[in-house]
């Protein structure tokens, strides 16, 4: 009985080891393919900008997630860093130049302070209208401009709309050259800026975007030049009365990649890349017009008074700003020029 029961105890010993062993080996089974795709992209694209997401711009950075993952079946992951959550525009361009960070926006401005032919966007009247601007910046301008951006270790995806500029101001309607006298009118921080509305007839006070609000409520300044949504995102229609639609440059916002992370992707995420660029970018100059008509109808409501300057006022400010361009045709390739028809 002994002995039996010895037996029967070593094959219980002999089946559990046997179970323990098969249960250790197929724990160290290779997952399947699509326990693999399951694990998570290959690539995660971190893209930042300072935008708002109501804006046409930020919309567009979420057109271009959407179609990334779509076209990458998920291979690659963007993920949107916006409303300054990576710091502001100069160290966003920065971090990308720099490879710390994968992409961003930021306006084309800018570019200025590594590209001098970047200025040419910042030139007064350049374009007329947004079907002028769209062409220009499609065609051998665009081209021309992306190209010099590779020096800086960046690949230009997209020019988006970011409308043209306008000046809001407390003063009065500015309806006339003699209306620019004496508005203290915010200007981006930049010599382009404070010369054109030197030639306008305002006094440029440079100011960072931020500070404009409360400037123009304790009066440090009168107005504020800005894009139409710009005007809505920074709630300018609570502190200012009028709204010229000058429209003398043109604000786009430059999406852009690392080149050598762009790079780094095979050629087919390359093309998946570039074709969501695209059209993200069709899609957006389309938001771009609405969100713009929505904001001027916020700022109607809001009691500002909104005005189109006529043909000859407009003719005015181009003969009163063209020495600003010629200042630049030293600093600029003409090339450049020629692609701007000047």
Known sequence: MKTKKYLI????????????????GSQEEPADSEAGSEAGPEYTIRFAHIENEFTGAAQGCQLFKKYVEEGSDGRIAVEILGAGAMGGEREILESVTMGNLEAGMAMSTLFTTYLDNWNIFD??????????????VDGDLGKMLAAEAESIHVKVLSFFDGGFRVISNNKRPIL????????KCRVG??????NLHKALGTNPIPMSFSEVYTALQQGTIDGVDTSIIYVQDGNFQEVTKYCTLTNHTALQMVTFINQDFFNSLPADLQQVVTDAADKATVEQREIAVQVDEKAMEVMEEAGMQIDKPSAEFTEQMITDTMPIIDSYRETIDSEVFEAVGL
């Open 176 to 183: 006339s050259k003699a209306d620019f006298d004496g508005v």
């Open 123 to 136: 030139l007064p009247f350049v374009f007329r209208d947004r079907a002028d601007w769209a062409k220009k």
């Open 9 to 24: 105890i070593l094959m219980c010993l002999v089946l559990s080891l046997s179970l323990i062993t098969g249960c250790g």
């Open 189 to 194: 921080e930049s010599t382009l800026n404070i």
